[in-house]
């Protein structure tokens, strides 16, 4: 199981009970290639953390599962 999830110190949360399964449009837009999918839940996870919080992964999310958290700085 993959570190990140369970992280709240992360660029990407993904709240795993609104995740589809197998859906990949999270992963698709980030431009970092930071998201993944967890082969055996079928859910997206942030693997590394490395972020240009340039938002089109929570954008493109259908369900709001996707949250970038903005530094305050940047804000």
């Given at each position: 199981?993959?570190?990140?999830?369970?992280?709240?110190?992360?660029?990407?949360?993904?709240?795993?009970?609104?995740c589809i399964d197998g859906c990949t449009l999270c992963v698709?837009?980030?431009p970092l290639d930071s998201l993944a999918i967890d082969e055996s839940s079928g859910k997206a996870?942030?693997?590394v953390d490395e972020?240009?919080?340039c938002g089109?992964?929570?954008?493109?999310?259908?369900?709001g599962a996707v949250m970038v958290n903005i530094p305050y700085l940047l804000r």
């Open positions: 199981m993959p570190l990140a999830p369970q992280r709240a110190d992360v660029p990407v949360t993904i709240d795993e009970s609104k698709d837009m980030c996870y942030m693997h972020c240009w919080y089109p992964c929570a954008a493109r999310c259908p369900t």
